[in-house]
């Protein structure tokens, strides 16, 4: 099969890139590949977003049926103490990042699937189900995309569906996979885009939806919170938004830089939700969906080279998120808008690379904005969150975001973890049930769907490595960072530990790939369709 653009990701970034194109040019084939069942399936964020790149792209989109339902309406952000809380003053001066006027709390898996609707209507091919396995390289160009094959056994033989991967042919492909994409990853790779920029830093965030009493449902309330339960040198924080029909959208994000191998991304989630400021927003209601997904931190100096012989990066692939603002979905459409600006006037020349997407991106206000941004979640890194709030403040509100130097990133995650002799343990509370609950209990509501009969798509390099670093220097990390249970460290008969590997456990959240602290765990596409199947409201 043969296009002129193909699309990796059905989400934000690479639906708004097809919609582009198809404006821009009536008459491009344009096909998007999503993994998941369906548009949607795979899409984890809080959501408050900006509405002003979705208007850039249609400005009718209130006309059409945006589901953008429910406007910010109050919000607070919080420092915690194990008690108590402190409200930020003046939050709109102090962190004007984090002014959320004019903006919407959302259920982004419902907004790709309607932009996933505009994207048909334009005339957009979408194909659900199928991987981004390889890409198709000739001549040192990319140009295609090889799907996954389907109906391959445990063992790799073929089954009775067996069905070959296909070759999709493009001029251009365009990569919006998310975070710590698997084909991103290659193409970075084999093209060396990194050479010139800080290795990208990652968050791993963990979210419910729960159901409350609709006397207890405040539509728009937004609230985010910083410090306990994470010490002074692990960022991150807590979410909690109202919106839709009595739904709360709640969440916890852990900086994967984090030092301490006894830290549990899932733990440190569930026990916040008992502090006074959070519990009250749960009375009476009950949970109706889990999951997690890794996102991109670095921001500006983390940005690889985003062009490549015949093709782009786009999205949280390339690391467009707002860390400060606590946002990706607003930079993620301007940034896909911008790919196929691109990518459309690449077409209509004889260069196989997108030469002018980087000038388009540094003359629009998605640089700037990240630009300005640059300096915030690097100074939590290099002071610790007290510290860190008090220069993000000064940097907001003297500097502008325009201060005349730049902090660095100077290791990737899996590079930060200290020995378990050297750590403090940590205790965390057993679950209740009611508020708190297991990781067993909770990817149940992530509605999986996983043949175990098929290749195991975590692939462990080197089983003595996981031995004589994981288990006996962190203590198996994995076991606590992975939020899905997928690792657990056993022991045979003989005495010997292992890493058992629960793959049909795995929420697609990539946190293993990012954290693993040498690298010998790999996250590689399952058969397309597999993973989990998140409904309306995540």
Known sequence: MAFDVVIVGGGPAGLAAAIRLR?????????????????????VSGAVIEPKALTELLPDWKERGAPLKTPVSEEKLLYLTKQGSIPVPALHLLMPQMDNRGNYVVSLGDLCRWLGQQAELFGVEIYPGFTGAQLHIEDGCVCGVITGDMGVDRDGNHKSEFMPGMILRARQVILAEGARGSLSQDVISHYKLRENADPQTYGLGIKEVWEIPKENHRPGFVQHSFGWPLDNHTYGGAFLYHFGENLVSYGFVTALDYRNPWLSPFE????????????????????????????SEGGFQSLPKLTFPGGVLTGDCAGFLNMPKIKGTHTALKSGMIAADAVSEALRSTNPEAQTYQERLQNSWLWSELYEARNIRPSFSKWGMQLGALYSGI?????????????????????????AKEAPKIDYPKPDGTLTFDRTSSVYLSNLSHDDNQPVHLKLRDAALWNEVNEARFASPESRYCPAGVYEANTRDNGETYLQ?????????????????????????PEGGSGPNYPSGM
């Open 268 to 295: 440190e989630m569930q026990r916040t939700k008992q502090h006074p400021a959070f519990r009250p927003h749960f009375e009476g209601g009950r949970r109706i969906i889990y999951g997690a997904r890794a996102l």
């Open 23 to 43: 404006q821009k040019n009536p008459t491009l084939g344009v096909c998007v590949l999503e993994k998941g069942s369906e548009i949607g399936a795979h899409i």
């Open 501 to 525: 590997i629960n793959a049909q456990n795995c929420v697609h959240c990539k946190s293993c790939d990012i954290k693993d602290p040498t690298q010998n765990i790999r996250w590689c596409p």
């Open 395 to 419: 940097d907001s509100m003297i500097f502008r975001g325009k201060a005349p130097w730049t902090l660095h990133h100077p290791h990737a995650d899996h590079q930060t973890l200290i020995s």
